[in-house]
Nanobody
Framework: QVALVESGGGFVQPGGSLRLSCAVSGLSLDQIAIGWFRRASGGDDEVVSCISTNNGDTYYNDFAKGRFTITADKAKNTVDLQMNSLKPEGTTTYYC?????????????????WGQGTQVTVSS
């Protein structure tokens, strides 16, 4: 059974950076895709970014493009999300999610396991 544990959330001023990390246990990253979701203001969860390590495909939504970078460390079985130039609207809970595949057009497909989430607060 896959387990996902997020870390790295916290408080940052606008324009600052945070690095979120997702530790994956139960399966190798080569067997799954991992994405980062955020809870939007309307209550819906939206995919921010995802990665498939078996083919290198990545996806970023408009919120993340140009500011966020997703990376995977197969040796550590972790997936990190480097978030730069953070804005106050980035304040929310971010979740690490297991899926079947990362589509470069649509994001993470066939969602399976969710982590507990990590809170990010962007405020002056």
């Amino acid at each position: 059974q896959v387990a996902l544990v997020e870390s790295g959330g916290g408080f940052v001023q606008p324009g600052g950076s945070l690095r979120l990390s997702c530790a994956v246990s139960g399966l190798s990253l080569d067997q799954i895709a991992i994405g980062w979701f955020r809870r939007a203001s309307g209550g819906d969860d939206e995919v921010v970014s995802c990665i498939s390590t078996n083919n290198g495909d990545t996806y970023y939504n408009d919120f993340a493009k140009g500011r966020f970078t997703i990376t995977a460390d197969k040796a550590k079985n972790t997936v990190d999300l480097q978030m730069n130039s953070l804005k106050p609207e980035g304040t929310t809970t971010y979740y690490c999610v297991e899926g079947e595949r990362c589509s470069i057009y649509y994001g993470l497909t066939r969602l399976k396991t969710w982590g507990q989430g990590t809170q990010v607060t962007v405020s002056s």
